[in-house]
């Protein structure tokens, strides 16, 4: 039980959150549970939602290599909430729960990715686990795969979601389905 | 503040007590209001952090190259507080 209750529903009326619940539900990510704890400050949830839309639907980064990233950050800090969701357009683009296991874990070793996906999996895990060691050198390496754009693109992306889970870790809620 | 620091150095730490006492004070609004500014604030300074970008201005505001504004503030975040008193 979320130390946070839901709103009932019916609670949402606001014609913008109602549009931007429908966006995040046709996603999975965050679903109804985090809008209706949230939607006690629908002005402030609102530009939130828009954000977290953006930077994990949208852009030039592969959708699914997000995802993983997501969930990977989710395990490090232990938010059950977001570690269990599913990004459904992740999904059918072909994300099976194989690759979120190695992708968050073992996927040095692994030939499901690129050295491309490899480097930014490392850069999410290291800037959280140890920043230090996201230095010039480690960037230097990053740029031999990624453009400016979209190293700002992931970074910005594990940035908000980082501080997402560890703030909903505290809230100890579920999904409404588990992955 | 207990809240943010818990969350910030040892979230593990943060148990039904300390949600008790933060509802003592703060309205459900308030609470996710809190939470969804730290959304922001939690992770883009560690972020920032990797990224060893300066502020464009110096104290007394003068506009200054980074190296200069590394110069000025260093490596290490400290309170402009003493600069602000002079």
Known sequence: MSRMTPLDASAVTDPELVELLGECEELGVPDPVFVRIFARSPDQLKPMLRAMLVSHRDGSVDHKLKEIIRIQLARFVDDPYFANLRSKKAIADGLTEEMIDIGCEDYEDSDLFSEREKVALRFAEQLFLDSTKVDKIFYDEMHKHWSDAEIMEIGSFVALFHGIHMVMKTYDARPLEAA | ?86
């Open chain 2, 1 to 86: 503040m207990r809240y943010v620091e818990k969350i910030s150095t040892d979230p593990d730490s943060f148990g039904d007590e300390d949600w008790a006492d933060l509802r003592k004070y703060l309205s459900e609004e308030e609470v996710v209001e809190l939470g969804m500014f730290l959304f922001m604030n939690l992770g883009f300074h560690t972020f920032f952090g990797t990224l060893k970008f300066y502020p464009m201005f110096s104290p007394d505001g003068r506009l200054v190259s980074q190296e200069e504004s590394e110069r000025l503030y260093g490596d290490k975040p400290e309170s402009l507080q003493g600069e602000a008193a002079e």
